[in-house]
């Protein structure tokens, strides 16, 4: 029997002397990465819920090589595919001197850019991407970052939701709705018919690809408070979905995030890889854990690219929500605050920390949700809790501005790296995010209450001046509904922001010290966004389609330096 690439190859961690390349097959076999003829890497598939996976290590590299590859599953060529127009996969290692470019976005629905898909969700900016990079050459030390919803596991498009009903009347899997995913075969179509498309996949296989949940990878508002999650932990359905999400998330996502030591060290991937054969059940008893015990695995990575280091925390699954004898609400949880705080360190020209949901919103939308937060813990009595929690779940509020600790933790620890308290101070801090369905550049003001040896004049002990700045890519393809624009754009006014200063000193939260402004209006067409770092230098670009099409090359609409 011939065995075919059911997904893939997906270009995942390069580093100076090593790529690591991921494929799904339709059946067990051993896939072979060929470079110049020859096998470069070779691992046989892992077998999880009936699906065939293998991660292919190349190692011994040369840095700033140009590699193209060849993919055989036993000894069958499947990739490139016969005839294809797009340009060889490449396999591009990182060079010392060249600068580095960060390609960034979220919120990806997969449409094809169908005249459907267009009205409805706007053009797909991954596809335009690999329109742009198969006529250009790749300059620099180029990486994708998808910093949430890569796949709508509640917002499924047709034909994952006729696959749902046919499942339903087979098997009505305790009541689940049948326009949601909840098994782990049903989340394997969903990526495959996310990332099927030609061009998205010879992007994926091509650009090295580190990856991070949000909420609608699960579920919308996944962990918003623990009253949410009392809600959905009752729900009969939700034990198969969690596990199911998270464990897809672990194969499809998380794997290619981690370097080859890492992926040595992670005992999930250790009992995995040699259990010999289906390991269904292994990996559903580690993501209901993950879930039940957010403390026993961490989704956060780190990535240093050369000068630049990356940091992609985990924002939902890691959450401490507080209540029933939890640990107070946090973001990140209490392991998550350790982690950043022991990478987010001095010694790089760069810092950026990805997190899937801003960290600096519009000041009405900050304002009002360290507000919400405030009442409901009781800051303005017992009666006002339950209707303030219901408000924070109806409005989403459940960005960094409504886990105000954890804000203020962040805040302090970018005030010490900046005044060089950990290490020589960099030339930029940035924060990169998506999910909220609009792109924009938020830069940081100094507090006037700033020590006179930290930033009150913008400038480290050592006289270097460290920006700090948030930039937002949103969404790649999921357009804001006109309805929802005005109220986006009103939260960017100043008298919002006043009313909201207002309610955040009525219920006594502390002033933070990060201060910012808006530096531009709200944009809300699709974009994917690029921050190029050469040196002490960086410049932001945001990209988009404004003619619509399949065809349609995409072009700057916004650059700033940084």
Same mark, same amino acid.
């Given at each position: 029997?011939?065995?075919?690439?059911?997904?893939?190859?997906?270009?995942?961690?390069?580093?100076?002397?090593s790529?690591?390349v991921?494929?799904?097959?339709?059946?067990?076999?051993?896939?072979?990465?060929?470079?110049?003829?020859?096998?470069?890497?070779?691992?046989?598939?892992?077998?999880?819920?009936g699906?065939?996976?293998?991660?292919?290590?190349?190692?011994?590299?040369?840095?700033?090589?140009?590699?193209?590859?060849?993919v055989?599953?036993d000894?069958?060529?499947?990739?490139?595919?016969?005839?294809?127009?797009?340009?060889?996969?490449?396999?591009?290692?990182?060079?010392?001197?060249?600068?580095?470019?960060l390609?960034?976005?979220?919120?990806h629905?997969?449409?094809?850019?169908?005249?459907?898909g267009?009205?409805?969700?706007?053009?797909?900016?991954?596809?335009?991407?690999?329109r742009?990079?198969?006529?250009?050459?790749?300059?620099?030390?180029?990486?994708?970052?998808?910093?949430?919803?890569?796949?709508?596991?509640?917002?499924?498009?047709?034909?994952?939701?006729?696959?749902?009903?046919?499942a339903?009347?087979?098997?009505?899997?305790?009541?689940?709705?049948?326009?949601?995913?909840?098994?782990?075969?049903?989340?394997?179509?969903?990526?495959?018919?996310?990332?099927?498309?030609?061009?998205?996949?010879?992007?994926?296989?091509?650009v090295?690809?580190?990856?991070?949940?949000?909420?609608?990878?699960?579920?919308?508002?996944?962990n918003t408070?623990?009253?949410?999650?009392?809600?959905?932990?009752?729900?009969?359905w939700?034990?198969?979905?969690?596990?199911?999400?998270?464990?897809?998330?672990?194969?499809?996502?998380?794997?290619?995030?981690?370097?080859? %030591?890492? !992926?040595?060290? $992670?005992?999930?991937?250790?009992?995995?890889?040699? #259990?010999?054969? +289906? /390991? *269904?059940? @292994?990996?559903?008893?580690? %993501?209901? !854990?993950?879930? $039940?015990?957010?403390?026993?695995?961490?989704?956060? #990575?780190?990535? +240093? /690219? *050369?000068? @630049?280091?990356?940091?992609?925390?985990?924002?939902?699954?890691?959450?401490?929500?507080?209540?029933?004898?939890?640990?107070?609400?946090?973001?990140?949880?209490?392991?998550?605050?350790?982690w950043?705080?022991?990478?987010?360190?001095?010694?790089?020209?760069?810092?950026?920390?990805?997190?899937t949901?801003?960290?600096?919103?519009?000041?009405a939308?900050?304002?009002?949700?360290?507000?919400n937060?405030?009442?409901?813990?009781?800051?303005?009595?017992?009666?006002?809790?339950?209707?303030?929690?219901?408000?924070?779940?109806?409005?989403?509020?459940?960005?960094?501005?409504?886990?105000q600790?954890?804000?203020?933790?962040?805040?302090?620890?970018?005030?010490?790296?900046?005044?060089?308290?950990?290490?020589?101070?960099?030339a930029?801090?940035?924060?990169?995010?998506?999910?909220v369905?609009?792109?924009?550049?938020?830069?940081?003001?100094?507090?006037?209450?700033?020590?006179?040896?930290?930033l009150?004049?913008?400038?480290?002990?050592?006289?270097?001046?460290?920006?700090?700045?948030?930039?937002?890519?949103?969404?790649l393809?999921?357009?804001?509904?006109?309805?929802?624009r005005?109220?986006?754009?009103?939260?960017?006014?100043?008298?919002?922001?006043?009313?909201?200063?207002?309610?955040?000193?009525?219920?006594?939260?502390?002033?933070?010290?990060?201060?910012?402004?808006?530096?531009?209006?709200?944009?809300?067409?699709?974009?994917?966004?690029?921050?190029?770092?050469?040196?002490?230098?960086?410049?932001?670009?945001?990209?988009?389609?404004?003619?619509?099409?399949?065809?349609?090359?995409?072009?700057?609409?916004?650059?700033?330096n940084?």
């Amino acid at each position: 029997m011939t065995v075919s690439l059911r997904l893939g190859p997906l270009l995942r961690h390069v580093a100076p002397t090593s790529a690591t390349v991921w494929v799904e097959t339709d059946a067990p076999c051993r896939a072979r990465i060929l470079v110049d003829g020859r096998e470069a890497a070779s691992a046989r598939t892992f077998t999880v819920h009936g699906h065939h996976y293998a991660v292919c290590e190349l190692t011994d590299l040369r840095p700033g090589a140009r590699l193209p590859y060849e993919v055989l599953l036993d000894d069958t060529p499947v990739w490139p595919e016969p005839d294809s127009p797009l340009p060889p996969s490449v396999v591009r290692t990182p060079a010392p001197d060249a600068p580095t470019r960060l390609l960034y976005g979220s919120c990806h629905t997969a449409t094809g850019d169908s005249p459907e898909g267009l009205v409805r969700h706007g053009p797909d900016m991954l596809r335009a991407t690999a329109r742009r990079l198969a006529r250009e050459p790749v300059e620099g030390n180029l990486l994708l970052l998808l910093i949430g919803d890569q796949v709508y596991a509640d917002e499924v498009q047709e034909p994952v939701r006729e696959l749902l009903r046919r499942a339903r009347e087979d098997d009505p899997a305790d009541g689940a709705p049948d326009d949601e995913v909840v098994r782990y075969g049903e989340y394997a179509e969903l990526y495959r018919q996310a990332w099927s498309d030609p061009q998205v996949r010879w992007l994926l296989s091509t650009v090295p690809t580190l990856m991070v949940f949000d909420d609608h990878d699960i579920r919308d508002d996944w962990n918003t408070s623990a009253a949410w999650r009392r809600a959905m932990d009752a729900r009969p359905w939700w034990h198969a979905r969690i596990t199911s999400g998270l464990g897809a998330y672990w194969v499809y996502q998380h794997l290619g995030n981690l370097s080859p %030591a890492d !992926r040595d060290a $992670d005992p999930v991937w250790n009992r995995i890889r040699d #259990h010999g054969s +289906d /390991a *269904g059940e @292994v990996l559903d008893a580690f %993501a209901w !854990r993950a879930h $039940d015990e957010p403390s026993s695995y961490r989704w956060s #990575h780190r990535f +240093d /690219a *050369g000068a @630049v280091r990356v940091l992609v925390t985990d924002t939902r699954c890691g959450r401490a929500l507080g209540g029933d004898g939890e640990p107070e609400r946090s973001i990140l949880g209490p392991d998550g605050h350790a982690w950043l705080d022991e990478h987010l360190t001095g010694g790089h020209e760069h810092v950026v920390v990805a997190s899937t949901v801003p960290v600096l919103l519009p000041p009405a939308v900050q304002h009002l949700e360290a507000w919400n937060e405030a009442v409901c813990e009781g800051a303005w009595g017992g009666w006002a809790r339950g209707p303030a929690e219901r408000l924070r779940q109806a409005l989403d509020l459940e960005h960094w501005g409504a886990f105000q600790r954890s804000f203020r933790r962040l805040g302090e620890g970018v005030r010490a790296l900046c005044r060089g308290e950990r290490g020589r101070a960099p030339a930029t801090v940035l924060f990169l995010s998506g999910d909220v369905h609009f792109s924009y550049l938020a830069r940081t003001d100094v507090a006037e209450d700033a020590p006179p040896t930290g930033l009150r004049d913008g400038t480290g002990p050592e006289g270097r001046r460290t920006r700090v700045a948030q930039l937002v890519s949103s969404p790649l393809c999921n357009q804001l509904p006109l309805s929802l624009r005005r109220s986006a754009r009103l939260s960017a006014s100043w008298p919002l922001a006043a009313a909201g200063r207002v309610l955040t000193w009525l219920a006594r939260v502390p002033r933070p010290w990060l201060r910012w402004r808006l530096d531009g209006p709200l944009y809300f067409g699709n974009t994917i966004g690029e921050v190029v770092f050469d040196g002490p230098d960086a410049e932001a670009v945001w990209y988009h389609c404004p003619e619509a099409g399949q065809d349609a090359p995409p072009r700057v609409h916004r650059r700033v330096n940084l």
